[in-house]
């Protein structure tokens, strides 16, 4: 964009890569944005060999916007981050330890891995959360050991109160993979600037194909409201 222009980062799902957030990223550079997309660790062309859904990801993102600002010399006064699912929970964990982020766009997120990870359990075993806690326990310190993190720390709702910068959420009403709550839940702890869109009868991550021209809009308009001024 214009040497003045600002700056979105668009972060992708997991198992997914820099082509998925392709519709996000057309339409703030239409509206006239830098923008930038890229592979994830441990995705598309990018190096690594476990995801560990923000916690490494975080300071990943960190590096891609200070080299945008070393080699395109961006305003890191003017920086903007949306994303999707995994990648909605990595901007909102980026934003709470970044306070000069202006503005964060979250669609579907999860509000923890710990209890995302437990309900994805709890919908394919059919068991009472009871029986299935020796399980997500023990999967988590396979999940520590194996990729060198800490999944407690990966919770976008216990940060929710250090983010500063305004914060959209999106969530869709059909979503089975992360409900609704979890948006709700970070929404509710949030305590500056912040709005919550939830979309009748879209799927996981799906809004901006569910209502297409409504998204469009309001993805434009927001980081317009948010980042020009």
């Known amino acids: 964009g214009p040497p003045d222009a600002p700056t979105v980062v668009i972060l992708h799902d997991v198992k997914k890569n820099r082509t998925d957030v392709l519709r996000a990223a057309l339409v703030l550079r239409q509206a006239g944005f830098n923008v930038l997309v890229f592979d994830g660790r441990a995705h598309g062309s990018s190096e690594g060999r476990y995801v560990t859904y923000g916690f490494y990801e975080r300071r990943d993102v960190e590096s891609a916007i200070e080299w945008l600002v070393k080699e395109k010399q961006i305003d890191r006064n003017r920086v903007g981050l949306a994303g999707e699912s995994m990648g909605a929970a990595i901007a909102l964990q980026v934003a709470a330890h970044n306070d000069w982020i202006r503005a964060v766009w979250a669609d579907s997120p999860f509000a923890s891995l710990r209890r995302v990870s437990a309900e994805f359990l709890q919908r394919m075993t059919h068991l009472p959360g009871a029986l299935l806690n020796p399980v997500v326990w ?92």
């Open 138 to 229: 023990t999967t988590i310190q396979v999940a520590n050991y194996r990729g060198n993190f800490d999944v407690k720390a990966v919770d976008p709702l216990a940060l929710a109160r250090q983010i500063k910068c305004p914060v959209a959420l999106v969530h869709g009403t059909a979503d089975e993979l992360i409900a609704t709550a979890h948006s709700q839940n970070i929404f509710d702890a949030l305590g500056g600037d912040k709005e919550l869109w939830i979309v009748a009868g879209a799927r996981h991550a799906r809004s901006v194909r569910h209502v297409k021209g409504e998204y469009r809009e309001r993805l434009a308009r927001y980081f317009n409201d948010k980042l020009k001024d």
